[in-house]
């Protein structure tokens, strides 16, 4: 047998296409096998010892994302990336939040799809290597099923192959930032710098510098030429975080940039033109920024050729149990805990919650629980303390029965514990198998409640 890398499969229904990869991965030292539809990919798979599937999303018979959706769920653990022809950003990002590895837009250059290979390699020499790849491909990802992020997920896909100035309009904590970057990482401009600025965080005669950058000599205390933030991103993307913050004499100097797409560095008068794509933030109302004259009407115009509102977390309620999985993995992963359930008395609560810090609350109320619970599973108890409160006071008739929570759990434990033990006749070992708990700790509980007999 001959020495080679690694096996792929390349799947695209043009031939041309197929030999221009065979070509490029045998130079690179891979075995080659190839499929020209969904159908033939599944085929392959299913007799092939793989590392990495190449596959095209619009192909005859199964289609590449159908393949696709049946791979994720059948062979987890493959890499896979995706083709797509320029434009169709909707679909790409949606095989990216489905677990796709990365995706090459059509046509492409040989040297990036060099390199996304030998990515997806590494990062499965590394999964087989060390420990096994928990929820590792998940962490980063934008989590979202309601309709109203379905939407949101929608315009990320279409503006994100374009260059239009966003507006991103929502609470705090609702995944603004996330959405920017997210943007970012879909457009052309992928590997070219993403660079934030907290307009509301810099002081105000600061800002001007921080954005323009200036020459040597600009103010005391200015002694070697400075770059500011829009000379750090050109070629890619500035975000303006709070840009609802921003000083009226700023305003005017940022909507010259946004005109002329050029700039003059502080106590510099050299234009430096400059290719940015603008994002910006803002939990305000700009609307009414505007109105009480504190925002620039024709800024916001120029800033607002996309809109992007982001719903509170309240208002897409189905999201939170995917969210609260998704921060459990990512915080057991990440601290190196052994993976845990989220038990049902657990989630009842977190979604009564109204969550008014949004995802960024639910976030860390999760990180809480994951340091702070100590068993395989996250029980009530192991919620921060405000989420337990507003539970109490959330229960129409607390005031007169004055249950605590831990009454209510109790109550709940109790009642699982005894139905158990029915289940399996009295056979403890059964019974706390059954219910995930150690066989010390069912006993422990079986006194404290009195379900001896
Ligand atoms: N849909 C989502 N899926 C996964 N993670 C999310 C999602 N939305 C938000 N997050 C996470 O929640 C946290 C808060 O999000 P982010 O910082 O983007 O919010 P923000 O709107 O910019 O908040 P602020 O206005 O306070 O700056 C981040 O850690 C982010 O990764
Ligand atoms: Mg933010």
Redesign the pocket.
């Known amino acids: 047998m001959d020495e080679h890398k690694g096996t792929v499969l390349i799947a695209d229904d043009e031939e041309s296409l197929r030999s221009l990869l065979v070509k490029v991965l045998s130079k690179m030292g891979y075995a080659t096998f190839t499929a020209g539809n969904g159908e033939e990919v599944l085929n392959e798979v299913g007799q092939r010892e793989l590392d990495l599937l190449i596959m095209d999303i619009r192909m005859p018979k199964l289609d590449g994302m159908e393949a696709f959706k049946v791979l994720r769920r059948e062979y987890p653990e493959l890499p896979i990336i995706m083709m797509t022809a320029f434009g169709s950003m909707e679909t790409t990002l949606e095989v990216m939040r489905l677990g796709a590895f990365d995706y090459l837009t059509k046509p492409f250059d040989v040297p990036v799809v060099k390199a996304v290979v030998e990515k997806a390699m590494s990062s499965r020499r590394g999964a087989a290597g060390g420990e096994p790849a928990l929820a590792q491909p998940w962490v980063n990802?934008?989590?979202?099923s309601s309709p109203l992020?379905q939407d949101v997920f929608k315009t990320i896909g279409r503006v994100s192959a374009s260059d239009s100035s966003v507006l991103i309009q929502?609470e705090?904590?609702?995944?603004?930032?996330?959405i920017a970057r997210t943007i970012h990482q879909y457009s052309n401009r992928k590997n070219m710098p993403f660079v934030s600025v907290n307009c509301g965080a810099v002081p105000e005669n600061l800002l001007e510098s921080e954005f323009f950058g200036y020459e040597k000599g600009a103010f005391t205390g200015a002694n070697q030429r400075k770059i500011g933030k829009f000379e750090y991103a050109d070629g890619g993307t500035i975000f303006l975080?709070e840009v609802g913050e921003m000083s009226p004499q700023l305003q005017v100097k940022l909507l010259r940039v946004l005109q002329e797409r050029e700039f003059q560095r502080v106590g510099g008068n050299e234009n430096i033109p400059v290719d940015v794509r603008i994002i910006a933030?803002t939990?305000k109302d700009l609307r009414q920024s505007i109105a009480a004259k504190t925002f620039r009407a024709d800024l916001f115009y120029r800033l607002n050729v996309v809109s992007i509102q982001?719903p509170r977390l309240e208002q897409r309620k189905e999201d939170i149990q995917l969210?609260a999985s998704?921060f459990r993995d990512k915080y057991c992963s990440k601290l190196g805990k052994e993976p845990k359930r989220i038990s049902p008395e657990a989630m009842e609560i977190i979604e009564g919650y109204d969550w008014p810090g949004n995802?960024?609350e639910l976030?860390n109320a999760i990180e809480h629980a994951v340091v702070m619970g100590s068993g395989r599973v996250i029980l009530p108890e192991d919620l921060p303390e405000d989420i337990l409160m507003y539970q109490g006071k959330d229960m129409p008739d607390a005031g007169e029965r004055q249950e605590t929570l831990r009454d209510r759990v109790k109550a709940v434990e109790k009642e699982a514990i005894a139905q158990a033990l029915k289940k399996t006749g009295g056979n403890k070992l059964q019974a706390a198998k059954l219910l995930d708990i150690s066989r010390r700790a069912l006993q422990y509980k079986i006194e404290e409640y009195g379900l001896e007999n």
């Open positions: 990802a934008f989590v979202g992020m929502g705090s904590g609702t995944g603004k930032e996330l975080d933030a939990n982001v969210l998704y995802v960024r976030e």
